[in-house]
């Protein structure tokens, strides 16, 4: 089955600077790949998604990458705030449908 | 305007007692979730219905038994429950299958004493 790994775990950042978060995955036939802010005491929100015949996606300050040949995707959040603070998640649907998840990473960005 | 809802949003028992969740959603969606996110935040697919059938079944103890009465409702009994019960259980909704984007609830932390 999918196995989806993102680094790093935790991230602190300064207002203003970029982030970036990497996946990989394992499953060849997986073909979408959506990224999740979770905040606080709420349930994971969706930012941005990627499928895999496209290879770069942008929507305002967040943007994603994917190479399928080396099988990793990866987000961009640029000119990072406060409110970017939360915990990411990538995740990949593997060929029974299912959506995978990565471990996650706690986004602290500190003004 | 709520879009996926789930009571209670916390709920505290007992061991070997049996409690359910609710989750409803008013999106229209026709496929709908169940994912158990534990205390390290790690999100793992439990079930999936689809047009109220069971479509995924992970490898999930048979004390947890969804249910879908339709497509907007897909509700999670839990039997005996353990202490490794204990997690923040979250339903979703989507429209036709896990290629779409998935719109979670606001989760129900579930504690066993």
């Known amino acids: 089955g999918e196995n989806v790994e993102q680094h790093p775990s935790t991230l602190s950042v300064q207002e203003g600077d970029s982030a970036v978060i990497k996946c990989t995955y394992s499953d060849s036939a997986s073909n979408y790949f959506p990224w999740y802010k979770q905040e606080l005491g709420k349930g994971p929100q969706l930012i941005i998604d990627i499928r895999s015949n496209v290879g770069e996606k942008k929507d305002q300050r967040i943007a994603v990458t994917l190479n399928k040949t080396a099988k990793h995707f990866s987000l961009h959040i640029t000119e990072t705030q406060p409110e970017d603070s939360a915990v990411y998640f990538c995740?990949?649907?593997?060929?029974?449908?299912?959506?995978?998840f990565g471990a996650g990473t706690q986004v602290v960005v500190t003004p | 305007d709520t879009a996926v809802s789930q009571t209670p949003k916390y709920l505290v028992t007992q061991m070997g007692n049996d409690k359910s969740i609710k989750c409803e959603q008013n999106?229209?969606?026709?496929?709908m979730y169940w994912y158990k996110q534990d205390s390290k935040k790690f999100l793992k697919i439990m079930f999936s219905?689809?047009?109220?059938?069971?479509?995924i079944n992970e490898t999930v103890p048979n004390r947890f038994s969804p249910k879908s009465p339709d497509k907007a409702h897909l509700n999670l009994h839990i039997n005996s429950l353990e202490l490794g019960d204990s997690a923040v259980y979250f339903c979703?909704?989507?429209?036709?299958?896990?290629?779409?984007?998935?719109?979670f609830g606001p989760g129900t932390r579930l504690t066993v004493l």
């Open positions: 995740a990949a649907t593997d060929s029974w449908g299912k959506l995978q």
């Open positions: 219905y689809n047009n109220k059938e069971l479509i």
């Open positions: 999106l229209g969606h026709d496929t």
């Open positions: 979703a909704s989507s429209d036709r299958s896990s290629y779409n984007e998935q719109f």
